[in-house]
């Protein structure tokens, strides 16, 4: 019998784009069952007893859940189980993830991991580990749809057997396994300007593939020096700094990786005789659209987006003013993994020494929703700078 290796996972899973999880309602936040949990028939998920799941909410002061606010405990009068009938593909490699906990006054947990009603392995929590932690599994699919499943193992005395944020998900082939992409919106590189590329393995169980690079403003790489692979340890980080060349030119940064990592861009200005300034550019999530604040009174709202696509889209602005009115509508167009960043005041002066709110949208030459990458930034007039929220 295999023993699950126990690991746990670094924060910071923003900006990534992952293989898709096969397992619904996998973080057990549907139904939502209020402060004290409850007892439920829950969507996706089934179970080979006849008693209703469990749910406790992290509010109850039992355990702290992973992610949102519920999570299951398979021990409810009896040990229980929980599976899913999951579409799959034969031969294909599937990762097996999810978190697991001992409730507070039990002795011991275990954690049945069944493929297909076979036992894959048991995963264990003694009464000391009560905080959640990561078990991490492949299997190789035989059938067009597979069952996977939880079961409790340890003593079945009503307490304990907690399980949160369950996921399937199928590994790429060899030489293609770079399942999470990161997309970083703004890179500064010359003159007064440096940024530095941080890229730390999340994973507490496997090395981490990593391939970098960074984009000009017209969509070529901007330097030999920063396109470039990496292998990355378990838990293991590296920093890559830029070049620093006479001249200051811009940019954007691509990571695609085999593990889920942390990625961010800080970029500086050092000016001699005065503190240097620096803000982090933490990875960003596609999107179409957004909303977000800007502020020209006392201030300089600043923007960079990214096309990351293939195909060149348009940007439409609309801005509104504090009171809610349209102040100015533009559009601006945007190449083929192209990156531009600019003041709003300088390209748009009838929003100078105004604020409120921005509507961004991209679409492709057919007038179809497109996607793009936005940051903010915010300068004061002293120079100091930060990022924003879009």
Known sequence: MKNFVLGIVLAGFAGRISAQN???????????LGASGGFTDMPCWHSSTTQKLEVQNKSAGYVQGVIGTQYVELDVNTNSDIYQDIPTVPGQRYMIRFWAANRIGSTRSAFR????EALLGTA?????????????????ATKTVSRFGIAADGPSDSLGDLVDEVSVTPIPAAGSRLGYTY????????AEWSSSLSLGNTSPNFAATVQYTVYGDDGTELDPLLNGAVTLGPTASTVIDSPQPPALRTGWVKVQSSEPLQATVIFRSAVAGRLDLEATVLARELTTETVAPYDNVGFTTGLAVVNPGSAPLTLAFVFHG??????????LPLGPNAHLSFAIPAKFPLVAERNGLVE???????????NFVPLGLRFTPGGAFTALPY
């Open 360 to 370: 961004i949208r991209a679409t492709d030459a057919a007038g179809n929703p497109a």
């Open 113 to 116: 991991v069944l493929w297909d």
């Open 183 to 190: 997309y970083l919106p703004h890179y500064a590189d010359g």
């Open 124 to 140: 264990l929590r003694d009464s000391g580990q009560t905080t959640f932690g990561r078990f991490a599994a492949e299997v190789v």
């Open 22 to 32: 096969l397992i619904c309602n996998g973080g057990f936040e549907s139904p939502q």
């Open 322 to 331: 504090s009171a809610g009115g349209i102040l100015s509508t533009a559009s």
